[in-house]
């Protein structure tokens, strides 16, 4: 006994920082997940620290604090936004019945142990139904319906506030907005009724590839593809990307029905989508046959799951049993394991970005993993391969959750043979040959070499030309790699000096893609001071910082001429961002590259008349042509700069329309009606961009 309160005496500080450090952990997870909708860590992760966290906390009830996440829900209402009632341009909405979520199991032991709860909570009654259904893996949402309509649509927020997005919830087809009269086998006309929205596979990838295209960063799973999507400003754009919901949770005061399962067929009976996949069970067998039969099934559907929930069927039984601070206790998620399996690492191959990080990627025996091929998957950096104790062909675990990415999870040693060596993370650059750097803090190994290391280069040409930066067409990566061989491109200032003829000469290009090139780099005049300050790729300079340091120093020469203090007066920009800045400003190479780019007659300074005043043409290409009444042809390619769109020389299917004046000239007019872009005059222009 002495000795336990002595390691007691030894434990209890640790455990106290320990339970500090899981609930900072937990929150961030929160965040990064229901805010971000960028999960960093894995749900079993998350759930395995939540329940140490629960474990530690009743070891410790001295420590309580309600503001623990043991004790509420994820929220995805930022922070600070509490109190406002319009939250990124939704109206935020108290629910009447707080939005909880599940506890999760892993196995048939807690399943089994969840219903020995229920038995008990129920005081020994044994005709327990048990619903049980697909988990889906979306985002949760609240439809009320009033007197028969759809009035609003509530995300769960933080589980007692939400946002209203009704009018993106409107877009999907399969959700009544207006109810069938009542008969008997339906519910009455107010009632709230909740359920998952979520985006099909097949769209899903759609947008990936269109995002993939525009150079968008791609969404990481339909999750986290719908709740972006939800939180669009424009439903039209909703639209578009195709959501879809199903329905499995029906509230309200004196609805009929005893039973869970028979709410959810009255809903049924009045055209909402309820899944096909329940099924009453009246045992653990039951249960667990209906658990493996979709853990195998969920791969023909067409929406993500990623799991079953366990629901008491009885109303009065769910009653009795109640809720604890977050879930309730008449229902339980159960989490299909994420799929993984063995293969052999074949090499480690080293990947150089844009910016010189150094990223290792492991090459594996194909195998096949949920429906794709898979035979490389990162290795993220030198500590994660440390963390691994990776050898040299080992035999290693991949696995692929939620996430479409696949991971290597562990290794498997007893698969090792015994000479086999640790991987060393490679200490020169695998383009250039340079010496790696690795800053103190930092993951990455770094190539040092900027300005001649391949990748480097035509990563920072690719960045200047994109849509967001500079927005030349005609300039893909695999061009830039061409133009890279014939050494036409080493520097972004190298594209204001392609010549139109030795384009066209080559094969495969001729006349109307030098053409084209030439048009995109005349228009990236244009291209404002931010942008092009956005473009020249400073290290941790990205879109808004560029826009915030445009803005306090309107030209290049002034925001040369800062010191770094006071760069770092400037919102956003610290002491790293501040260091890159001034480095990358007093580099003699740098330095002329800027200068050329002045002398090719780039934007280096502000002008008034090219601030950016909406999005309301955002990536649209449009062909000003003919003579104008009330602008001239300039200051209309100005209005669409500024408005986010993009001037084009000539017609084609890709045009989104012509602003069309007087005299347009017969050929354009042919084509556009061949191709049926549309024309709008200028008053219709000018209506489209009214604020
Ligand atoms: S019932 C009080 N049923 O899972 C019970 N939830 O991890 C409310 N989910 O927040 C939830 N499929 O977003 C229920 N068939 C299903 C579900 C489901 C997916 C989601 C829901 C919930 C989360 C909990």
Redesign the pocket.
């Known amino acids: 006994m002495q000795q336990l309160s002595l390691f007691d005496d030894i434990e209890q500080p640790s455990e106290r920082e320990e339970i500090l450090a899981l609930r900072k952990e937990l929150e961030e997870q929160n965040y990064n997940y229901y805010v971000l909708s960028a999960p960093v860590m894995s749900d079993r992760e998350f759930d395995e620290k939540m329940h140490r966290l629960e474990e530690l906390e009743s070891r410790h009830p001295e420590l309580f604090d309600p503001k623990s996440p043991t004790q509420h829900v994820g929220s995805d209402i930022p922070s600070g936004n509490g109190q406002t009632a319009i939250s990124d341009g939704f109206e935020q909405v108290q629910h009447r019945y707080p939005?909880?979520?599940?506890a999760?199991t892993y196995s048939e032991e807690e399943i089994r142990d969840w219903l020995r709860r229920v038995y008990k909570g129920l005081e020994g009654q044994t005709n327990v139904e048990i619903v049980c259904?697909?988990?889906?893996?979306?985002?949760?949402i609240s439809l009320w319906y009033e007197r028969g309509r759809l009035v609003r649509a509530v995300t769960?927020g933080d589980g007692v506030r939400g946002d209203d997005v009704v009018q993106n919830i409107r877009t999907i087809p399969t959700i009544p907005q207006v109810l069938p009269a009542p008969t008997p086998d339906t519910l009455p006309p107010t009632f709230e009724i909740?359920?998952?929205v979520l985006l099909p596979w097949t769209n899903f990838d759609r947008i990936n590839r269109q995002r993939e295209a525009d150079e968008e960063p791609l969404f990481a799973n339909p999750r986290n593809a719908a709740s972006g999507t939800l939180k669009l400003l424009n439903p039209e754009t909703v639209r578009e990307r195709g959501l879809d919901a199903?329905l499995?949770?029906v509230l309200g005061e004196n609805l009929p029905g005893t039973t869970h399962y028979e709410r959810l067929e009255r809903a049924r009976n009045m055209g909402f989508h309820i899944?096909d996949a329940i099924r009453v069970c009246h045992s653990v067998e039951e249960v667990m046959d209906y658990i493996h039969y979709w853990d195998e099934q969920r791969k023909t559907l067409p929406v993500a799951?990623d799991g079953v929930?366990l629901?008491v069927n009885s109303l009065a039984q769910q009653e009795m049993l109640g809720y604890t601070a977050k879930?309730?206790r008449w229902?339980i998620?159960f989490k299909f394991a994420a799929e993984k399996q063995l293969t052999r690492l074949n090499s480690v191959s080293y990947q150089v970005g844009r910016t010189g990080a150094v990223t290792p990627v492991a090459n594996m025996e194909p195998i096949l993993l949920s429906g794709t091929i898979v035979k490389r998957a990162t290795l993220n950096n030198e500590d994660f391969i440390r963390s691994l104790d990776l050898h040299e062909g080992d035999f290693v675990w991949v696995e692929k959750g939620g996430e479409i990415i696949p991971k290597i999870t562990a290794v498997e040693p007893a698969k090792r043979s015994a000479d086999a060596r640790p991987i060393a993370f490679i200490r020169t650059c695998p383009e250039c040959g340079a010496p790696l750097v690795r800053t103190e803090g930092e993951a990455a190994w770094r190539c040092p070499n900027e300005s001649g290391c391949p990748p480097q280069q035509k990563g920072k040409i690719e960045h200047f030309v994109s849509r967001k930066a500079m927005n030349i067409d005609g300039l893909g990566a695999e061009t830039i790699d061409l133009f890279y061989e014939k050494g036409w491109l080493r520097n972004i200032a190298d594209i204001y000096d392609l010549r139109r003829e030795e384009i066209a000469a080559l094969p495969g290009f001729g006349d109307k893609s030098a053409e084209r090139l030439m048009s995109g780099l005349e228009e990236s005049k244009q291209v404002p001071w931010s942008r092009v300050l956005f473009a020249m790729g400073i290290r941790f300079v990205g879109e808004t910082t560029a826009k915030k340091l445009a803005k306090a120093y309107p030209s290049i020469d002034l925001l040369r001429a800062a010191s770094q203090e006071e760069l770092t007066q400037v919102e956003d920009v610290g002491e790293e961002i501040a260091k890159a800045i001034v480095a990358h400003l007093s580099n003699a190479e740098n330095l002329s590259v800027i200068e050329r780019l002045r002398a090719a007659g780039l934007q280096m300074e502000t002008n008034e008349t090219q601030e950016r005043l909406s999005d309301s043409l955002d990536g649209k290409s449009i062909v000003v042509s003919g003579v104008f009444r009330l602008h001239s042809r300039d200051e209309y390619k100005t209005m669409i700069e500024a408005h986010g769109g993009k001037n084009v020389s000539s017609v084609s299917a890709k045009t989104s329309f012509i602003l069309a004046g007087e005299n347009m000239g017969p050929a354009k007019l042919e084509k556009a009606s061949k191709l049926g872009v549309q024309i709008l005059s200028e008053d219709e222009f000018l209506a489209m961009i009214e604020p």
């Open positions: 939005m909880l979520s599940l999760n259904e697909l988990k889906f893996d979306g985002l949760s769960r909740r359920g998952e199903y499995y949770y899944s799951t929930v629901k879930t309730p229902a998620a």
